[in-house]
């Protein structure tokens, strides 16, 4: 028998986290940052980016050369000391670069909204603590409110230009050759000198992206490096970016800022696929890449779906597109609408707590057999929760508040809140253990979102807990009337929202885009049409539909609910 002292340094070793004792010859610390040396060291003239800039240049960039870049200035940061490095850029090379650059560096990332007020700005680089932050040129005028009480964080502006040096070049690219010199002139290490391969803990953070803040002050949400890794795994399967020939070729919809851009800077680089950069949303330029540039995937929500079927540009595409669909729940008719352009939806669902996605809507092949209406509505489900995640819960939400969590029935009939358990969580809220607290309620991560269960396990969201309407006692899922609005021929996109009513206590007001082939369509005629020929339940009919110009949106396309009943309250502003 082993004696007392060896029995006690076996249970402490139990005891200890994996990074404060040896860890054993089959384990190593996850980390993505990874996946881009290897890319490079596998492929290295494999076209990794392509870019239009914004000095209107295409640039392309081999693997080497990403690689090389983002070495340079992790070399750079870490010569610094920088730790906590913000991100205030749109879809460059410059912030794939600062993914991976950051994080070999030792640091951690601070992506922001570029779409953000500058106070909200100011406020999540403040309480992130950041100590540089790398801007595109376009967007650094946001940051003169948080420089004035800050002005020793030096800010590294992005020029993005075709040029690596010379002239054109800003000092986000003096820094990366700044950073190449430095390791060429201490030994040439290469990645060996920075943390690609390895990281102390892959429980550390690898980033900090924040929620919205649409109702309060945005959360930092604390990404691990496990997780991360984790996630990218997932992700690389469930959208099938392991193309059986060839290489992806996926193009930047998603914000990058959005979620470190659901991990996929990370993911496209594990599978050597080519980022197609793109500045900002423009549904000409996309339908010109989707049909010049062989584009295989690409993430975006459901009104960025709608508006580009919708363009005049649009066209069915010879080659099959692999369209990853979240931010809200999407409609069976924009399934169908996309499926016909050649643009093949793979649904998703999560929240910047789950690194993004953390469940699909899996397509069965006896489904090919079902009327087409009853088809797209089973793909348009939230589905089942992801490879390296554990079977997503819908709880009784009564219960949910005090902890407690009980399972709904799985009749697709019993309402209750999404919760999450599993490796691709979030470590909890930065510096801020009472939210941390409620987001863990329980034991299991809430969503906020009430679904139903079918009993096949999938799940079907029906509304946010605050967005569902109740009137004269029933159960009214915005979501759920949205879907059926958008099915008549002159609607584009529908938001829902409850307003106060004498008899029922509330009722739906809808709000509608209409298409650009429709001139005269009147809120009348919705009604109407909705009453006498649609699948639209009698209780569920709008009294009130009011036709804008354009639907108020989050910057991963959700509609912003709090603005339409700020506009039933007092009235839709002009636009």
Not at 29 to 53: D, G, K, M, N
Not at 225 to 245: C, D, F, Q
Not at 458 to 481: F, M, P, T, Y
Request: charged share 20%.
């Amino acid at each position: 028998m082993s004696g007392a002292p060896s029995r006690l340094r076996n249970v402490l070793g139990h005891l200890l986290p994996l990074s404060h004792r040896e860890a054993p010859h089959h384990f190593s610390q996850l980390s993505p940052t990874f996946f881009l040396e290897r890319a490079a060291a596998i492929e290295p003239e494999a076209e990794a980016v392509y870019h239009i800039t914004a000095n209107n240049k295409v640039l392309r960039r081999s693997y080497i050369e990403l690689a090389d870049r983002a070495r340079g200035l992790g070399y750079y940061l870490k010569n610094k000391g920088h730790k906590r490095v913000g991100l205030l850029a749109p879809n460059t090379p410059a912030f794939l670069e600062s993914v991976y650059g950051i994080v070999a560096a030792g640091g951690v990332i601070v992506p922001v909204n570029i779409r953000l007020k500058p106070e909200d700005i100011a406020y999540i680089f403040e309480f992130a603590g950041v100590d540089s932050i790398i801007a595109d040129a376009e967007y650094e005028g946001l940051l003169d409110l948080y420089r004035k009480d800050h002005p020793t964080v030096p800010v590294i502006v992005d020029v993005d230009t075709d040029a690596n040096e010379g002239a054109l070049c800003g000092p986000f690219d003096d820094a990366v050759l700044e950073g190449l010199h430095l390791d060429r002139d201490t030994g040439a290490k290469g990645w060996a000198g920075l943390q690609s391969q390895t990281v102390a803990n892959e429980d550390d953070m690898i980033a900090i992206p924040f929620t919205s803040g649409t109702t309060s002050k945005p959360k930092g949400v604390v990404y691990t490096h496990r997780g991360a890794y984790l996630a990218t795994l997932a992700n690389i399967v469930e959208s099938g970016l392991n193309v059986p020939t060839g290489r992806c070729k996926y193009l930047w919809t998603l914000p990058m800022f959005h979620a470190v851009g659901w991990t996929f800077p990370w993911a496209v680089c594990a599978v050597r696929g080519t980022h197609v950069c793109l500045r900002k949303i423009d549904y000409p330029l996309i339908w010109n890449l989707l049909k010049t540039e062989g584009i295989t995937h690409f993430n975006a929500a459901p009104t960025v779906n709608t508006l580009l079927c919708a363009a005049k540009e649009a066209a069915i595409l010879p080659t099959p597109v692999r369209v990853t669909v979240a931010a809200s729940p999407p409609t069976a008719h924009l399934f169908e609408q996309m499926t016909a352009l050649n643009l093949h939806p793979v649904h998703v669902y999560g929240m910047t707590e789950t690194y993004g996605p953390i469940t699909r809507g899996y397509v069965l092949p006896e489904w090919d057999a079902l009327p087409a209406h009853e088809r797209f509505g089973k793909m348009a489900r939230q589905g089942h929760g992801f490879l390296t995640s554990l079977p997503v819960r819908v709880v009784k939400p009564e219960q949910a508040e005090a902890g407690v969590l009980i399972d709904v029935a799985k009749d697709g009939k019993e309402i209750g809140e999404i919760v999450f358990n599993g490796n691709i969580c979030c470590k909890g809220y930065y510096k801020d253990e009472e939210a941390t607290r409620k987001l863990f309620a329980g034991g299991a991560l809430h969503s906020g979102d009430l679904a139903v269960v079918y009993p096949d396990g999938s799940i079907q969201i029906q509304d946010r807990a605050k967005d569902i309407i109740i009137s004269g006692g029933e159960n009214i899922s915005s979501v759920a009337l949205e879907g059926m609005l958008v099915e008549h021929p002159d609607v584009l996109e529908a938001g829902v929202v409850a307003v106060p009513d004498s008899h029922w206590g509330e009722r739906p007001k809808a709000y509608l885009t209409v298409k650009e082939t429709s001139t005269a369509l009147q809120p009348q005629d919705v009604i109407d049409w909705a009453k006498h020929n649609s699948a639209i339940s009698k209780f569920m009919v709008p009294r009130e539909v009011e036709i804008v110009k354009e639907l108020p949106k989050t910057s991963t396309g959700k509609i912003k609910k709090n603005v339409l009943r700020e506009w039933a309250k007092k009235g839709t502003p002009e636009q």
